[in-house]
């Protein structure tokens, strides 16, 4: 059976085409912040000194310019993110899936199956933690290089994918996720609690590289 590619219209293309378009705002906010910090300045600080005249230890035009950008990029940024998650659930429509034994606010969830056999198909990875920036949001919920995402909010597998998982960030920024990992050395499935953000100082809203896991 050959492999058709999908319309250029359809909304697998849409999806893509507009995750790319917030790559690239997210890339212009990163360079619009940059200049922010070589003024060692923020959004807020006065351009003006005492007397009413333009600073001069950093580029006043420079920052006006940034901070004006900045403000016009985090408007798109937050429209498209709106526009990403309406996209992308009607792309890969979640189910709902049944809660995990045993998890609760010790941070550990058994991961035995109840009649003593193997891991349920619901308990087993979809993806790997490839990479962790410090100061992110993975790196504030207690994400670590090599864990294995088994739930991130709503998705298990083997319902999910990447592309399924940015729609759950679109949609719970500055929300709290419930992730379950597994974690070389740990018994069980450690929780974490992670909040999607913008604006925690590098791209992206979580701070981490995931790349799809086969279970062996």
């Known amino acids: ?20 378009r917030k790559e690239t705002i997210e890339a212009e906010l990163e360079a619009q912040g940059s200049i922010l910090r070589e003024n060692n300045t923020d959004m807020r600080q006065p351009l003006v000194d005492r007397e009413g005249f333009p600073r001069d230890d950093l580029d006043v035009w420079a920052v006006r310019h940034a901070r004006v950008r900045i403000i016009e990029l985090r408007n798109d940024l937050a429209a498209l993110t709106d526009e990403i998650a309406a996209t992308l659930a009607t792309v890969y429509p979640r189910s709902p899936s049944p809660a995990v034994e045993g998890e609760g606010s010790t941070g550990r969830a058994s991961a035995a199956s109840p009649g003593g056999g193997g891991t349920p198909a619901e308990l ?10 410090p ?40 929300k709290v996720i419930s992730v379950l990992v597994r974690r070389s050395g740990v018994d069980g499935l450690t929780a974490l609690r992670l909040i999607p953000r913008h604006g925690w100082g590098g791209r992206g809203s979580l701070g981490c590289h995931l790349v799809p896991y086969a279970s062996p």
Not at 144 to 154: A, I, N, P, S, T
């Open 135 to 174: 100061g992110s949001p993975a790196a504030d919920a207690g994400m670590q290089r090599e864990d294995l995402l088994v739930k991130f909010g709503g998705l298990r597998h083997p319902q999910t994918n990447l592309q399924g998982l940015a729609a759950v960030v679109a949609e719970n920024e500055n």
């Open 1 to 20: 059976m050959g492999y058709t590619l999908p319309s250029s219209d359809s909304p697998a293309e849409r999806a893509r085409s507009l995750i790319a």
């Open 124 to 133: 087993l990875p979809f993806a790997r933690v490839n990479g962790v920036a």
